[in-house]
């Protein structure tokens, strides 16, 4: 079977949980989708603003809270620091540069993900993984 595109995905995850699609919404995801940085609320806004002139923070607050409640992205969260959001479905880690304050996905092999689950001690069943690695990226050489 074939992914949805995009916007139909939107439709049909909104759908499942027994709402619309707004153009708030659909610009919105599709920023996170476009330029995949992991950006703040408050980046989104910023980006998101030519094209919705009218669009408020709060609106933006409130359509990623919906998207992560549809499961199309996932809220990063690192101590002391604001919501990021990730568009990346796939099983990963991330890395979060402390200088820069970038964050990028680490793609993590089947075989990590099986290792990392077989740690918890019986009766345990972990939903989800998430693995951050912290420090600084270096220039590539």
Do not use: W
């Not at 709060?58 to 998207?67: G, H, S």
Request: include cysteine; charge should be negative.
């Amino acid at each position: 079977m074939q992914p949805l595109p995009p916007a139909e995905s939107l439709n049909q995850r909104l759908a499942d949980i027994g709402l619309r699609s707004t153009p708030q919404r659909e610009v919105v995801y599709s920023e996170l989708l476009r330029k995949r940085d992991h950006p703040t609320a408050e980046e989104v806004f910023a980006r998101v603003k030519s094209e919705l002139p009218t669009i408020s923070l709060a609106t933006v607050y409130n359509c990623l809270e919906t998207l992560v409640q549809c499961e199309l992205v996932r809220a990063v969260n690192f101590e002391r620091s604001p919501t990021r959001y990730c568009p990346n479905l796939r099983p990963h880690a991330h890395f979060h540069d402390e200088q820069t304050g970038r964050t990028y996905d680490i793609d993590l092999p089947p075989a990590v993900l099986s290792e990392v689950n077989q740690v918890l001690p019986a009766g345990f069943d972990a939903s989800s993984v998430e693995i951050t690695f912290r420090g600084q990226a270096r220039p590539a050489s």
